[in-house]
């Protein structure tokens, strides 16, 4: 018993550490995340992050075990040198998460153009319809539908000269399941740019002097 209180007060410290730290993490990603992002968001995008933050923890924890050994190696018996020093490990480890968080949290608060795209994510919100395991929106702009794929990398892009952009994702739950429909209206003397369309379907109609495009992609 005294061993494994023993133990429990020789990691407790380190625990401490991993625990401050997922939890400054986990605070910084919630201030990164937006309403439309939240909006678009199958949940679980969100749940991923979340398990890569308790792996960054469970590697910290692991560096931190072994820098123990180090310290006992390198003979270094002060206490504050060894905190300073675990401290800036961990933070080390999870630099790249510390990046990643703060620089969409200061893109979100200092963008020049923060009045338009809030003024676009109000829009959008009001088009989008969400099911569950499914997301449309009817009647987007260009620019609005440009905010939508940067928060859903798997949307195509498509040409400057689109309009009157619709769109519908269905995905299965758990698995990478999905389809994907996607139209939008050209105008008539402009050259189809299928670029990014090419995992899928592609369908022209003709409606009032315009291409409507009509593009299918489906996984399963």
């Known amino acids: 018993m005294k061993f494994i209180l023993d133990t429990f007060k020789k990691s407790f410290k380190y625990l401490l550490i991993v625990f401050i730290n997922f939890i400054i ?26 398990l890569k933050m ?5 590697i910290s924890l692991f560096f931190l075990w072994i820098a123990t050994y180090w310290f006992k190696t390198f003979k270094i018996n002060s206490k504050r040198k060894k905190n300073i020093f675990l401290i800036i490990l961990t933070l080390l ?10 620089t969409d949290i200061i893109h979100r608060i200092t963008s ?3 009045i338009m795209i ?18 449309s929106a009817q009647k987007l702009i260009l620019e609005e539908y440009e905010e939508i794929i940067k ?16 769109y519908k994702y269905s995905y299965d739950g758990f698995l990478p ?3 994907f429909r996607l139209s939008f209206q050209i105008p008539l003397n402009t050259k189809l740019d299928s670029t990014h369309l090419k995992f899928g379907k ?8 315009k291409i409507k495009v009509n593009y299918l992609e489906i996984k399963d």
């Open 151 to 166: 928060r859903n990398k798997g949307f195509p892009k498509i040409q400057k000269e689109a309009e009157d952009i619709s």
């Open 177 to 179: 399941d999905y389809t």
């Open 202 to 209: 592609i369908s022209l109609d003709t409606i009032n002097y």
């Open 25 to 50: 993490l986990f605070f910084l990603f919630y201030l990164s995340l937006d309403s439309l992002t939240l909006k678009l968001s199958s949940g679980f995008s969100e749940l991923f992050e979340f």
């Open 54 to 58: 308790i792996g960054i923890s469970l």
């Open 118 to 135: 809030n003024s676009i994510e109000s829009k959008i919100q009001k088009n989008i319809e969400k099911y569950p395991y499914s997301l």
């Open 93 to 102: 480890i999870s630099s790249k998460f510390y990046y990643s968080y703060s």
């Open 112 to 114: 020049d153009k923060r």
